[in-house]
């Protein structure tokens, strides 16, 4: 027996075993996941571990390694969501995402920390050797919400999109904030004497850690995309490329100290639409079957660790303090919801309701990132009493709020997600008022939103789709081939019978038409999976036909493009029916 | 800046970044890969980076570590070598693979390592002091044929099936004999004295380290299979079970000194039945994907490492030595391909041609795993030599008898791969001809490997596939549901017309016909990826419906299985008709 040699590929290839197994168990049987989040059910398990390995070995089971967890278990995870993430709220909501996760981790911060540093005053808590800095450092732990408890927890309630992308994208912006301030009271923790030039340095930081973390994974995603266009003869390797250039703008931005969770976010995020069109349809099932495997065997393996770690002689307790800590995570978050969302309505005209506040400030779960930032403290004497109050928060708000929040969401009949994905024709009519809107705001000379966004997709088109892009026009799935080949059919049939003048006359229209009925029949036949699928390849190429047609558009003149000899046989057969 | 934080990951990712873009770098010019095969311009690329780190640093580069290239580099490519590996041309021809993998490589070992020794005792070549153990030593290492080269050089050159199974099914077994060998000369080599017991020992090792690993990687790709009957309501993980147990096969029979190649292949080849009926389609791409996209990257560090390994100061050169180790390598193998063809073409009806042995004896490619072999020998004063002539080797057989083998195959116009899958028709009628022998040699008494076939498919339905199979008759693609609807009311439609009577009167005929007809059609309409799926997937299905039907088979009789009602409603059908 030779356990030496393979010891480490076998660990690890066990624990990952265990956790996919542990996510079996728990899914075969029904009920058990549709009442308790799968998170608690697996810090459960990592507690039983834990206590198995404690009893058998007298002490304390292995802690999770911090950087275990902030370079193997946490980019495949934060990686899935970018890809993920839906643009379209993620975008619309921005400002509101950034000052929740901006304003909102800086008043949790202080707020916790002050308000922790006014408990320790009390002499009968036994505290006054906790200092303030202390305590704001313990507090920029605590105050950042944690995008791994968020999605695990979110993910099974299915509230409204916009209240989702509200919690989960304060959850991954607010890692910046989170670096800045706990990195620089830990300096300060370091340093003999504080100058009001280190607290402007560090407001500095704020810019440069996040603008910097976008820049680097913009760059990434843009060499990955830009890659992506020469692997047509090794189709085989094109998944790779997604994720190595993640991976890799994840671990330089580490390098760099900025924030590698705003970085692997934005490098996906910009290359996906580039990369979704250079790679063959079967890479990409792998790319996103791998995002998802990956991410959700790492989101587990946390959730265990974090049980495990929970056990052994890691701890002091004080209850006040921890106590304390609770009820201040709490009141302090409810409070910047309501303050923040106070001027958001203010500004809006499609405000966020009482009941989408409470889910928010109830949703600000607390999980492994905390966990790990208070391992990866300096060695002080309170250090294990920080260590117990961020292990029962993150208890408390995983248990508690985790498991209430679910019959809470019924209870108050928050608005929930839509089931069924919008039809071609409400993409094809959203996509018209976007283009709509965006002409009102040129014309009226209003920079908004869709003015930009505008903006964006003309540079995009004229630039990066033609550095960035295999083939630029030409449809390359099979489906949308035959379509095309149907679409033809179907119109020189109509032509020969004469029916084209009785028949809507604008093409556009007609082939809108069609597309109803084919998609009414493909639903008999097809399941979900598949017909999503297809109205996303078909959505996409219908917009890119109609985009040169008659819809205003202020670039491209109609019959400048590529498409006049399309436009030119439809007249030819027009002619010929009337 | 911190490096040291991020320093193994990065490094890593860097490394599988540069053999990924070198691939692309070649695949671009389109020429280069038709000359040169890939290997050998990726081990070109190594050596030009060992120089550059040879020139810059003045000491050599790093050497491949043997532990990296068994433990992470090696499996992924048997893994996908076992997982795609053609079971009928591997299991028809078995017997001479095995005979190939054992008594050949034996027969090499022996001969080479003997007649190396002869030339140590010319005094002219100062080689007195290599003892006969150690020749046999190095002979052990480097009679191997290697596998990842045999698979690199033969994918290019597109031999027929039969040639390319035996090449290549001898360079994965014959890892079992290698192993045994290898290990035992080493400790001979430790021992002062070698009694006749350790031979004998030696000798019954060889069955314990195959068998073992065939064993060890059946039990965990059952295991497998059965996990994924459980994965119906996390379709996610469940590509990875089949990463998690395949490499649990190989690290637990490294474990037990027995053969990781032989297990994982076992594994791999054991659960891919019943693995693919369970998964999902998607599951079931990325499987296949990731597979290949593992071995891929795994083949091409594999040889970039190589070329960097090679340059350094770790060699000894002895003009005689280095010469002769090619000369015998060349002559014995050459001698071992005639001899051992000679006795199988005895027993067989479908012999090997002069033409196909001449390729199977210059098909003998060594590789990385000599390369990390000759690395693990223990320190002794020849051990440089040793390496000396074992990237000689390495280098001559995948420059020159891999630059050259190509040219070789045109020349003598070996048989090729026939480059189009085999038709539907030709499908069934291959299996329709595999009952009839089996029935033949049934009736005969005769226990051939048709016998055989029928008893373990007669197993796998009555026990294994309902122990490890899900859904056990029900297909699960949309493609196979909509051609039974289909099918359902194309038959509906000529009994209702009265015209089944004039159609051939069989069901399994007019089946039959009506595929051909689709398979026509979509012909048209389809890309050949999607059409070879379709293929394999009506042929599966189609299969199984007739195996209840009218064929020969000893165990089961007609309308004693599930399909009663199925015949049933044909045979109202028919009466309605009449």
Same mark, same amino acid.
């Given at each position: 027996l030779d356990y030496q040699h393979v010891q480490v590929p076998f660990e690890i290839t066990l624990w990952i075993m265990l956790a996919s197994l542990a996510k079996i168990g728990f899914h075969l049987y029904n009920k058990l996941p549709s009442v308790v989040p799968e998170s608690c059910l697996l810090i459960f398990v990592g507690l039983i571990m834990g206590g198995i390995i404690y009893g058998l070995n007298d002490k304390s089971p292995p802690v999770m390694d911090s950087d275990i967890f902030f370079l193997y278990l946490l980019p495949p995870i934060v990686l899935d969501a970018g890809y993920f993430m839906p643009s379209r709220p993620f975008f619309e909501n921005i400002g509101t995402i950034l000052l929740y996760a901006v304003v909102g981790t800086i008043w949790n911060v202080f707020g916790i920390g002050f308000s922790l540093y006014g408990i320790c005053q +009390?002499?009968?808590?036994?505290?006054?050797? +906790?200092s303030l800095l202390h305590n704001l450092l313990f507090g920029s732990l605590i105050a950042a919400v944690d995008p791994v408890a968020v999605l695990a927890v979110f993910e099974e309630i299915h509230v409204n999109e916009k209240l989702h992308i509200l919690v989960f994208g304060e959850s991954l912006l607010n890692d910046a904030v989170t670096v800045v301030l706990y990195k620089l009271f830990r300096s300060f923790c370091e340093m003999p004497t504080i100058k009001s030039v280190d607290v402007f340095a560090g407001v500095g930081k704020f810019f440069v850690v996040g603008l910097g973390g976008v820049l680097v994974g913009l760059s990434f995603g843009m060499t990955a995309a830009f890659t992506t266009r020469f692997t047509k003869d090794i189709r085989v390797i094109e998944p790779f490329f997604v994720f190595l250039y993640s991976y890799l703008s994840y671990l330089t931005a580490e390098m760099f100290h900025l924030s590698g969770i705003v970085a692997i976010i934005a490098c996906a995020m910009g290359m996906k639409r580039y990369v979704e069109a250079n790679i063959s349809l079967k890479s990409h099932t792998t790319v996103k079957y791998f995002m998802k495997m990956w991410s959700s065997v790492s989101d587990t393996l946390i959730f265990i660790f974090l049980g495990v770690s929970t056990i052994g002689e890691n701890h002091e307790w004080n209850w006040p303090y921890i106590c304390f800590t609770i009820i201040f995570c709490l009141i302090w978050r409810a409070l910047g919801v309501l303050v923040l969302t106070f001027f958001v309505n203010k500004f809006h005209v499609n405000t966020i309701t009482g009941k989408d506040q409470f889910i928010i400030a109830y949703g600000g779960l607390r999980g492994a990132i905390c966990f790990s930032l208070v391992f990866l403290l300096p060695d002080f004497r309170r250090k294990k009493l920080f260590i117990a109050a961020t292990t029962v928060v993150i208890l408390f708000t995983v248990f508690i709020q985790g498991m209430t929040i679910r019959p809470l969401v019924d209870l108050l009949a928050v608005k929930k997600k839509r089931e069924s994905a919008p039809t071609v024709g409400e993409q094809i009519h959203i996509r018209f008022l976007d283009h709509l809107l965006a002409g009102i705001e040129d014309i009226c000379g209003h920079w908004g939103q869709y003015y930009w966004k505008d903006k964006l997709e003309y540079f995009n088109s004229k630039y990066l789709q033609k550095i960035?892009?295999?083939?630029?026009?030409?449809?390359?799935s099979s489906i949308v081939l035959l379509y095309e080949k149907l679409e033809r059919k179907h119109a020189i049939e109509l032509a020969e019978a004469g029916q084209l003048g009785h028949a809507p006359s604008h093409p556009s229209l007609l082939n809108n038409d069609r597309t109803v009925i084919t998609d009414k029949k493909l639903e008999d036949t097809l399941n979900p999976d598949i017909l999503e699928n297809i109205q996303e390849i078909l959505a996409r190429n219908l917009y890119r036909i109609r985009r040169t047609g008659p819809a205003y558009n202020r670039h491209t003149l109609p019959?400048?493009?590529?498409?006049v000899e399309h436009a030119k046989e439809i007249l030819i057969l027009r002619h010929k029916s009337l």
């Open positions: +009390v002499k009968a808590f036994h505290l006054q050797d +906790v960035l892009l295999r083939e630029y026009d030409q449809p390359k019959g400048e493009t590529e498409h």
